[in-house]
């Protein structure tokens, strides 16, 4: 199973990751695939608070369930305006 | 015009597209970008989006504000990239029979922008850049 992870803003300089492939065979739901880049990126274990989860660019849990080919996307509190 | 650009905000342009004979009231907000933040002084700002998903949620705000308001028509254009001094980043144009649910849409529209849109802005300065962040708060409306 694959799906594409996102990172936004100050969390893609932490993982200095924008995009990647994941083989998520191991992971059901967000929550898990945000804990395996905690693994080598400790630095996200401080964001992971106020950190938030997007499923198929929807607002989503870290309960989330995914499926092959789902987008996951990773960002902090947004910024705009 | 698109929701998200990357090209300088044509506000003018917006407003005459979305004016009509029956509008009684036409508010304009534009979003400008600072010469100073929190103290420091701000060399200029890049605006950064999760495109899928900002443009969605540009889409579902501008759905609720006609919705929640008594208002003809709505739009939102937000900038993205490298803004300058003075350049406007986000505009919302508002067109209603009234001038209050026109200001109430404009004011509602704005702010539920600045809390849901995934968009973030670095700001960059003489000695560094920094990525600016919200309040921690759910991004669901």
Redesign the interface.
Known sequence: MSVRVLFFASLADITGLRETELDASAFSDVGSIYSHFEASHPQLRAHRPSVLFALNAESAGPDSRVKDGDEVAFFPPVSGG | MPLLVREPIDVPALRDRISRPEDGAIVAFE?VVRNNARGRQVLYLE????E???L?KIAELESRARQLFAIREIDIV?RLGRLEHGEC??AIIVAAAHRAPAFEACRFA?DT??????????EFYEDGEV??????????D
């Open positions: 979003g605006y950064h989006a999760y899928a998903m900002a969605k937000h980043s986000v704005i922008l600045k809390k849901t849109v995934p968009i973030w802005k670095k990525w600016i962040e919200g309040n921690p708060s759910e991004i669901d």
